[in-house]
T-cell receptor, first 110, second 113 residues
Framework: LAKTTQPISMDSYEGQEVNITCSHNNIATNDYITWYQQFPSQGPRFIIQGYKTKVTNEVASLFIPADRKSSTLSLPRVSLSDTAVYYCLVVNSGNTPLVFGKGTRLSVIA | DTAVSQTPKYLVTQMGNDKSIKCEQNLGHDTMYWYKQDSKKFLKIMFSYNNKELIINETVPNRFSPKSPDKAHLNLHINSLELGDSAVYFC????????????FGPGTRLTVT
């Protein structure tokens, strides 16, 4: 599975847009890019998944350039409750286990 | 209704004991997993079951034995507990498909003293 690299931590003020970039240079043709969020003392929660271009849901947007070697998770107008660890993962179609990296610890400040 | 549930939420026990953690999912999924998150917060796969059959068994001591009585349940039994087994254990489930997403349980914090 493709290895991912993302910043260890980020800080943001409430109300700002936060963009977390992830690199996955060895992504394969049948791989998808998936982001999970984990709050303290909770299990990871699926946020968004995409294959190419742009995906948007009620929580976030995911931007994937044409070469798919990186992706950017965009969280609009963050609040204190968005403070969590965000994991970028590359997954293929199938029930393969998720390979988690260290994630990005986002701290939202009032 | 909780999609993926685990019991117990907390488990404190002494070295050498045997303990079990239970997991149930009511999503109708065909695949279930056990992950371990250690003190450094690394989350790693331990086992994966599809339709009650073991399909992935990562490098885990054989003191750990998963059991899946049916597609909705995946239990984890641990023999002869050691200090290094202290961690948070997460159960997850997914459904075979093009873009499967995994649903995680709330975790079981195991402390071995």
């Amino acid at each position: 599975l493709a290895k991912t690299t993302q910043p260890i931590s980020m800080d943001s003020y409430e109300g700002q847009e936060v963009n977390i970039t992830c690199s996955h240079n060895n992504i394969a043709t049948n791989d998808y890019i998936t982001w999970y969020q984990q709050f303290p003392s909770q299990g990871p929660r699926f946020i968004i998944q995409g294959y190419k271009t742009k995906v948007t849901n009620e929580v976030a947007s995911l931007f994937i350039p044409a070469d798919r070697k990186s992706s950017t998770l965009s969280l609009p107008r963050v609040s204190l409750s968005d403070t969590a660890v965000y994991y970028c993962l590359v997954v293929n179609s199938g029930n393969t286990p998720l390979v988690f990296g260290k994630g990005t610890r986002l701290s939202v400040i009032a | 209704d909780t999609a993926v549930s685990q019991t117990p939420k907390y488990l404190v026990t002494q070295m050498g004991n045997d303990k079990s953690i239970k997991c149930e999912q009511n999503l109708g999924h065909d695949t279930m997993y056990w992950y371990k998150q250690d003190s450094k917060k690394f989350l790693k796969i331990m086992f994966s079951y599809n339709n009650k059959e073991l399909i992935i068994n990562e490098t885990v001591p054989n003191r750990f034995s998963p059991k899946s009585p049916d597609k909705a349940h995946l239990n984890l039994h641990i023999n002869s507990l050691e200090l290094g087994d202290s961690a948070v254990y997460f159960c997850a489930s997914s459904q075979t498909g093009v873009q499967p997403r995994q649903y995680f349980g709330p975790g079981t914090r195991l402390t071995v003293t």
